[in-house]
């Protein structure tokens, strides 16, 4: 995964270059595959150390909410808790955030391993391997920036 | 698909999606062909199996010789036969290592060894983006009426 920051920033950036609607569904979509599938095992795994640590298989079985079946799936049950008028834009904004996340992600090179992008039908891991894994951490800042004038330009416009 | 209609069954729907792919996922990761887990449970049947262990944290360092884990603890690594610097690696640190298994002692013969030295970072990252989203989640959606709304 790229750092959040990342995330964060690039899907600001998509969202003002496409029309800046439903910006907060479309970046929480940007945000939501790591904080399902990553934050979850974590947190368990520091509350479950001082019982012996966690199961195995309670760490892995977050793991799809980072793989397109688990996005789909995340993505129509967290539209329904919006009112149905709405469900189909934020259905759409939260699986195109979680799309470019992942895309972001794919062009991340992890030394032989990558995403099962076809799971549950598929399970070879696929990575196109174009940068390192923490290699986003050098253009955050420059992204946050970015996004932050990007916010900060749309606000005023919207407030003039 | 979207409507009212049956909502609390497609929640519940929805739900159960999750959790089936995440207990399918589980199952597989715990029995893939080969893999750490497969290796220990019959060594001898995967000696010089290759072996993957990706963003794994270092738990104990000793010349030529590296612990790690990450979902499995305690995974030894053999470091004799790279030429990686590994100084500056300590407990704590994540590395990558491409390798294969040893049956003798369980050991992980290391090929290839990529140290993440840019890891802390990412994760101060990965902090200050939770807490900006923490912080801007109320200032975005809000619970009304049994739904969520976005704000403004």
């Known amino acids: 995964m790229a750092d959040l920051v990342s995330h964060w920033a690039l899907a600001v950036l998509l969202k003002a270059g496409t029309g800046w609607r439903d910006v907060p569904v479309f970046v929480a979509g940007s945000l939501l595959p790591d904080l399902l599938a990553r934050l979850p095992p974590m947190a368990l795994e520091l509350v479950a150390r001082p019982l012996g640590g966690l199961p195995a298989w309670a760490s892995y079985m977050w793991a799809p909410l980072h793989l397109p079946a688990g996005m789909l799936a995340a993505s129509y049950l967290l539209a329904l808790l919006f009112p149905a008028e709405r469900r189909r834009v934020v259905f759409a904004n939260l699986l195109g955030g979680m799309g470019l996340h992942l895309l972001v992600d794919l062009c991340q090179d992890h030394l032989g391993v990558g995403y099962q992008l076809l799971f549950p039908l598929w399970t070879r891991p696929v990575e196109f391997g174009l940068w390192g894994s923490e290699d986003t951490v050098l253009v955050a800042p420059l992204l946050a920036a970015a996004a932050a004038a990007v916010w900060w330009r749309q606000r005023r416009r919207s407030a003039g | ?62 010349p030529g010789r590296l612990v790690m884990g990450k979902v499995a603890r305690g995974i030894p690594v053999d470091t004799t036969a790279i030429s990686t610097d590994l100084s500056g690696v300590a407990p704590g640190t994540t590395v990558s290592v491409a390798g294969h298994f040893r049956a003798a002692d369980g050991a992980i013969v290391a090929d290839v060894v990529e140290i993440h030295r840019l890891r802390p970072w990412k994760k101060a990252l990965g902090v200050l983006g939770l807490l900006g989203a923490l912080g801007v989640a109320p200032l975005s959606f809000r619970w009304r009426a049994g739904r969520l709304e976005q704000r403004g």
Do not use: C
């Not at chain 2, 715990?30 to 199996?49: I, Y």
């Open chain 2, 1 to 62: 698909m979207f409507s009212d209609r049956h909502r609390p069954l497609k929640l519940l729907a929805a739900a159960a999606a999750v959790v089936a792919l995440g207990a399918w996922y589980a199952h597989l990761a715990l029995r893939v062909p080969g893999g750490w887990w497969e290796a220990t449970a019959d060594p001898v049947g995967h000696d010089g199996a290759p072996q993957l262990l990706p963003l794994y944290t270092v738990e104990a360092v000793s």
